[in-house]
């Protein structure tokens, strides 16, 4: 199986504050990656797919880059809505794995 | 608007048996590969299994964890995909989510997530 490593597991961030969250794959996934974001209590919203495509209706302060096995989450200034879990997906191969999340918190 | 509904979500006991639905609308799901995904409380999220279309002859993938006593299947003449799962463990205890797979063979990745109905597996 492909593991999904993200970094960091948690992190604390201010409003406006540009943020970076990494995933890192056990082996080449080519571009075939997904971010989510999870509120609590709610399911997971798609963000970006195909590694740095946006989902339609997602605002343009997210963006996602990397190929390969090395990936990156922007958020290029956090708001309040921001705060959440967020959670990478390689869809390469069988079975799809997630990373283990990384938690945005206000600061 | 397109939207999930799951349903069919409750306790059971170790052991026991349950069926999970999924009500699709708002978009041609016989097009689709649809996906199961969990998450036990607390915990992130799991990958369970997809459910292929007719072009790609209604065949299945599932987790090492699930494969052999869940089983995925659809009724496009409903819009629907189902999920039975059987030899229920403490472990599947966990909100079960359907998704859509956007893209020729699902090759956009997972976007429409439904809002997850509850099993719990308890004595």
């Known amino acids: 199986d492909i593991q999904m490593t993200q970094s960091p597991s948690s992190l604390s961030a201010s409003v406006g504050d540009r943020v970076t969250i990494t995933c890192r794959a056990s082996?080449?996934?080519?571009?075939?990656l997904t971010w989510f974001q999870q509120k609590p209590g709610k399911a997971p919203e798609s963000l970006i797919y195909?590694?740095?495509s946006l989902q339609s209706g997602v605002p343009s302060k997210f963006s996602g880059s990397g190929s390969g096995t090395d990936f990156t989450l922007t958020i290029s200034s956090l708001q309040p809505e921001d705060f959440a879990t967020y959670y990478c997906q390689q869809y390469y191969m069988y079975p799809l794995t997630f990373g283990g999340g990384t938690k945005v918190e206000i600061k | 608007e397109v939207q999930l509904v799951e349903s069919g979500g409750g306790l059971v006991q170790p052991g026991g048996s349950l069926r999970l639905s999924c009500a699709a609308s708002g978009f041609t799901f016989s097009d689709h590969y649809m996906d199961w995904v969990r998450q036990a409380p607390g915990k992130g999220l799991e990958w369970v299994g997809r459910g292929r279309d007719k072009a790609n002859g209604y065949t299945t993938e599932y987790a090492a964890s699930v494969k052999g006593r869940f089983t995925i299947s659809r009724d496009d003449s409903k819009n629907s995909l189902y999920l039975q799962m059987n030899s229920l463990e403490i472990e599947d205890t966990a909100v079960y989510y359907c998704?859509?797979?956007?893209?020729?063979?699902?090759?956009?990745?997972?976007?429409?997530w439904g809002k997850g109905t509850t099993v719990t597996v308890s004595s």
């Open positions: 082996q080449g996934i080519s571009n075939s």
């Open positions: 195909a590694a740095s």
């Open positions: 998704v859509r797979a956007s893209g020729r063979r699902g090759s956009y990745g997972l976007d429409v």
